[in-house]
């Protein structure tokens, strides 16, 4: 097993100027379980209710995801209710119920704990804290998300998470909030400060920022003629740079920045339908062809 | 005479996060040819009032911007008085002062009139067609700038301007307003559909877009540590946009790209400092080594 991630796994009810759905698979392990199984192998962890569809377990497996820490427990599975309608880049919670997940106690197999690559999706980051002590060995990368509601309430252990990971992914408004910074390079020297070796900074429509230790890469957005749900954008792109990195096994400048843009590619497909619909059926010529989409999207000429 | 520039020169009163200034030179053409005069020669067509400063005709005379076309009227210079304390990206404009930039109706001399690149900065539409106009015969390229002002007021005149231009610069928002969409590839298309070939959408602190037939480009901005004053950012881009364009004397897909990334360059260096203090001082070597910068910014390596 080469990635493991932690998260939720979700029925979600989202409005979007381009449609409504009433429950959709979702959450962030789905997200991100999905966009990494096209590099590489997946276990994902998390909980649902006694209503998750089995042909939702089915697709997983279809993408040769580890379900085997995916625990059915009694009880309806997190359901999550939002809408774009004003702003596309900005989800709108209208309700949340945890259900099952409130009381999600990460446990991991042997099969999981030595996962060279773990990725701590946005959950309660003394859940985080509790899989990395539970890793029975540092494994090689760990990257974390985070969200507004941890900053508020959780921050000492937060920052505990954030001192101990490799990357941290978050949203650029998350990211001002928690370093009170609000000039992008500040934003990142200020998370880089509290431990990590790099950070993306993940800007919506605008795209993606990745710094590291002296350098820094502006990965953009695919400009998609129509964007439909831009639900899960965020975990599809760490699906596909961490997918990436443990393809190629090795974390350095040269791999974070190619793993940026296939992070990005993975998010541009998923906005593109709703939920997993578009990011679930992608054969390798369509991550190549928009891959090398990116390539035209931002290639230029050396100054003569 | 390779470009030539018509626009205003004027004495921005400017508070930012950074500081303050009470008067420094600025205007669209100011930051425009100064820009632009690293690349190819520069003809600046506008008018300053009897207060204007000789030092600062002296400074573009020593960037060898030709100032036969800058008019000297009596009365005032346009002074214009702006803040960003708020978003560092969006001006607030507390007081214009027209003075004699409110009469100006420009003159081309028979040297400026068959300038073979020209730019229509920021002003009426009227006054853009009759340079267009006066021009002896069509030149190669031109391009044009405007604002919401002129999108409000002046709606037939900027369209009839817009469908004579090659390329059309211009704020997301104010695009976004002329276009009345808000999805950025429908916003280049439709301002496509009105006429230019191509189209770059400046959108601040995120960079620019630049679209053309068949193709895009997502030039980033710079992540500079300290943004002092972002006036001109967006002249400073078109100067250098136009300079290389003219420097290499092609508009087609490769050097339109190349230009966007000049055109970044030299906005990321307006805005290291107020007013045109650093843009006004640059070597070879500076920009070059920017331009560097970007290359480093956006590069990543093929999927593999």
Redesign the interface.
Known sequence: MKILVVGSVAYDAVETPAGKRNSQLGGSASYFSVAASYFSEVALVGVVGSDFDPADRAMYEAHGIDTSGLISSNGKTFRWTGEYLKN?NQAVTLETQLNVFGDFEPELGSAHANAPFLFLANIDPNLQLKVLESMTERPKMVAADTMNLWIDIERPALLDVISKVDTLLINEGEAMQLTEQN????V?AAIISLGPDSTVIK?G???A?L?GDG????A??Y?????IDPTGAGDSFAGGFMG?LAS?DRVDQ??L??A???GSTMASFTVEDFGLDRLKQLTRTD??ER?DAF??????????
Request: charged share 20%; glycine share 2%.
């Open positions: 596309i000039h992008l390079p500040d990142a800007r429509e605008y795209g920022a710094f350098f820094s890469l502006a953009p957005a400009p998609l003629e129509r964007v990436y190629v040269e791999t920045r190619t940026a843009i296939v991550i190549e891959f390539v035209n999207l931002t290639r230029f000429n050396p100054l003569s």
